[in-house]
């Protein structure tokens, strides 16, 4: 029996779907040119994470061993579409930027692979908070390699931000340097690559300093 | 070896069909519900590009709704109908805004909305879908840009026909650093748009 405590560290952290599992790269690596577009990826992937985690644990019981994948790829390509056409009539703005992407989430691997290899063999609570927490920390991940390409490649933050939060979020937008000329190698796919790569190596040494220091100092008990 | 009977493909079979059937069903009502608001949004956009290129004291028609549907024409580098908006004062013919292709960009067809004022001179050229360069051929998205703008009242004779180029090539209009395709497919998009206009004016207004 997992705990929410270990679920939630193992979806934002140790067994992260960018970072470790490298799941869902194709949608990662191709919108997070900017912070905005990173998040909204996100968020949609997010939701499709939570929505399909908890119609496939709900059904978990029923499903025939034989059917399972098509019937989990025929729930996450519908709440897919559903997800879409609501962001077309409710966010039209987003959808613009986003809307290529959004299909795109019905082939990103990470959420099949939550649905069979977590959702059909536990509860509905664990399920969809294992769905809540694969996405978050699939949504950070794609922020942070957003606001780095976006800083490095324009020389800005938080650009469009009105896209998705409305016109009042215009402040948001954070410009460092008028002249910055930009540095387009962050923006083309190739920043993508080398952006994730600093990011994985930045949370392996994270992963292994503190236990160094742990093993070194002091072996203590382990804490729950 | 496993053996499955023939009594548990038929269970299993009507499972995946009952699953094909309550997804369908959950698309069709999301897409139902949704429809109006999708189209509204569609619409929108569409004048709020419009109303872009043409103030909206200068008619009084509903433009998105006064349209005329063009055959394929090498000038406006469409291979496949497309549609014109009319727009009109008291009846009479203000503007005409076509949606051309410029098909050489650097990266494919740049999608462009060209309003041609009656009397020959362009109210204003914008790009709608492109997928050029970041960073470079971008720029000629007005969001990245004033580029675009530099069309504004130009018409065949200003400049000539040799001014309808990139400096670079001897022409009038700017390129940008690092990037010449791009906005020579846009510059000799507009003029064969112009050019259209020129030939075709009597029928766009006929009806």
């Known amino acids: ?224 | 070896m496993i053996t499955i009977s023939r009594r548990q493909i038929l269970i299993s079979g009507i499972f995946l069909w009952l699953f094909a059937v309550a997804g369908t069903t959950l698309v069709t009502l999301t897409e139902y519900s949704s429809r109006e608001a999708i189209i509204e949004n569609e619409r929108q956009l569409l004048l709020r590009n419009l109303y872009a290129l043409l103030p909206r004291d200068k008619l009084d028609n509903d433009i998105a709704e006064d349209i005329l549907e063009l055959p394929a024409s090498p000038l406006l580098g469409t291979d496949t109908a497309s549609i014109v908006y009319r727009a009109r004062l008291a009846g009479e013919p203000v503007a005409a805004i076509f949606n051309s292709i410029a098909p050489n960009g650097y990266s494919g067809k740049i999608h462009l909305l060209v309003g041609v004022y009656d009397t020959g001179k362009l109210a204003g050229v914008r790009v709608v879908k492109h997928a050029e360069t970041p960073g470079l051929g971008e720029a000629v998205e007005i969001r990245k840009s004033p580029w675009i703008k530099s069309f504004d009242g130009k018409s065949l004779t200003n400049p000539g026909p040799s001014g309808w180029q990139v400096k670079r090539d001897g022409g009038e209009f700017d390129q940008f650093t690092g990037a010449t395709i791009t906005p020579r497919a846009v510059v000799s998009a507009v003029r064969n748009t112009l050019l259209y206009y020129q030939q075709n004016v009597d029928m766009i207004f006929k009806q």
């Open chain 1, 1 to 224: 029996m997992t705990t929410s405590r270990e679920i939630s560290r193992d979806g934002l952290w140790g067994n992260n779907v960018a970072l470790v599992q490298l799941l869902g790269l194709c949608p990662l690596l191709a919108v997070t040119s900017t912070v905005v577009n990173g998040i909204g990826l996100g968020i949609a992937t997010l939701i499709t994470l939570v929505l399909s985690n908890t119609i496939v644990s709900l059904i978990r019981g029923f499903v025939r061993k034989e059917v399972r994948l098509p019937v989990f790829v025929l729930i996450i390509a519908s709440v897919v579409t559903i997800i879409e056409l609501s962001m077309q009539a409710l966010f039209y703005d987003l959808y613009l930027v986003l809307g290529i992407f959004i299909p795109l989430i019905v082939t990103n691997c990470a959420i099949i692979g939550r649905a069979e290899g977590f959702a059909s063999r536990n509860p509905v609570g664990p399920a969809a908070l294992d769905g809540l927490m694969m996405g978050l920390g699939f949504l950070v991940v794609l922020a942070l390699l957003g606001a780095l390409r976006e800083i490095i490649g324009f020389g800005t933050l938080f650009a469009n931000a009105e896209l998705m939060f409305g016109d009042g979020a215009q402040t948001l937008t954070i410009e460092f340097n008028k002249d910055y000329p930009g540095f387009l190698l962050a923006v083309l796919p190739p920043g993508a690559f080398f952006g994730l790569a600093v990011l994985i190596v930045a949370k392996n040494w994270l992963d292994l300093r503190p236990r160094e220091k742990q093993e070194i100092i002091e072996p203590a008990p382990e804490t729950a």
